[in-house]
């Protein structure tokens, strides 16, 4: 048995530069984080040849070919597992949230199959595999920032450049920086889930339109990360994550309603320096950068959302645990 386990991702800005309508002609660029909130896939080997595969549902069959779950089928697939398994997946969070739980999901089912085939396997190739099925494959209307921040780990900033290259960097600040941006960020779940491929699709249908918005996006994680990485005062972070919501809110309509907008507004109205929505939109976890001395003041404001405690999380996926003799 293969246990792993790959953390959920918090985007503070650049999303959307990430799809390749976008970086196929200029460089695309956010800043992200891994959270420690994670997806857990445990797989393994099963009498005979079927295959169990156990998420919101439960599939026996025979063979990959049968599998209804597209990740699974196409992960299987993809290396070549004809032996039977079975494969289960739990998570710390709800799925179609904004948490990037589908690349985090494909990353950790990835993982646990180089390792079932003795395989040591690099983030960056687990990156571009997930890539691969969930863009290519799957013809998912996403981005890349989801799948190498699951691989990755860690607070990073990650460039998508024209000839498909992807560079991900570290985001080099002093401890006392990382550990006062945890302490500034809140995370609330509206209790609305959504898919995003439909608020994706309409935002690459509207990515020439909204381009110079795309760009400003970019400009804003750049600031972002300089911030960090100089050490500057907190705030101008927590303002320019205000900025870069109110920039993609101009990408497409439905990223945002007038419930998630009223959230915000108590939001920033009982002391918060900036937030967004999670993901692509219309539902999910609002994110907020607030100051300790008024963080009871934001949680009485939004006292009708579950509140969930995290911490930023420096490793990628990874296994935690092997039964056997092929590790």
């Known amino acids: 048995m293969i246990i792993t386990r790959t953390p959920f991702r918090i985007s503070f800005a650049g999303g959307g530069s990430d799809l390749e309508v976008f970086h196929s002609q200029e460089p695309g660029a956010v800043i992200s984080t891994a959270i420690d909130k994670y997806m857990y896939l445990t797989v393994k080997e099963r009498f005979g040849d079927s295959f169990r595969v156990s998420y919101s549902q439960t599939e026996l069959v025979d063979t990959p070919d049968e599998i209804q779950h597209p990740i699974v089928r196409e992960c299987l697939k993809s290396l070549d597992i004809r032996k039977g398994l079975e494969i289960v997946s739990v998570a710390d969070l709800p799925g179609q949230s904004g948490m990037g739980s589908s690349s985090s999901f494909t990353v950790g089912l990835l993982h646990a ?29 996403i981005g890349k ?38 302490r500034r960020l ?3 779940f509206t209790g609305k889930t959504r898919r995003a491929s439909s608020v994706l699709k309409k935002q690459k249908s509207n990515c020439e339109s909204r381009r110079p918005a ?20 907190l705030n101008a972070f927590g303002r320019l994550l ?14 945002s309603n007038g419930d998630i907008d009223a959230v915000y507004n108590r ?5 918060a320096l900036g937030g967004k929505l999670l993901g692509a939109g219309d ?22 959302l579950t509140e969930v405690p995290f911490r930023m999380e420096p490793e990628g996926s990874k296994v935690i645990f092997v039964d056997g003799d092929r590790w």
Not at 117 to 140: D, F, M, S, Y
Not at 149 to 159: H, R, V
Not at 292 to 300: G, T, Y
Request: proline share 3%.
């Open 113 to 141: 199959l180089h390792v079932l085939n003795g395989h040591v396997v690099t983030a960056k190739r687990l990156a571009e595999q997930a890539c691969n099925i969930e863009i290519n494959i799957l013809k998912e209307p």
């Open 145 to 182: 920032q989801d799948q190498y921040i699951a691989g990755f780990g860690g607070l990073k900033f990650i460039q998508f450049h024209p000839d498909g290259t992807v560079f991900v960097d570290p985001v080099v600040c002093r401890r006392g920086t990382w550990e006062e941006l945890n």
């Open 186 to 188: 809140l995370l609330f």
């Open 214 to 233: 795309l760009r400003q996006l970019c400009g804003i994680a750049h600031q972002m990360r300089n911030i960090l990485s100089e050490g500057r005062d």
């Open 242 to 255: 205000h900025d870069a919501w109110e920039t993609k809110k101009t990408l497409e309509s439905s990223i």
């Open 267 to 271: 939001g920033m109205e009982a002391g």
């Open 283 to 304: 539902g999910g976890f609002v994110l907020f950068f607030c100051e300790p001395h008024l963080q009871s003041q934001l949680r009485e404001a939004l006292f009708d």
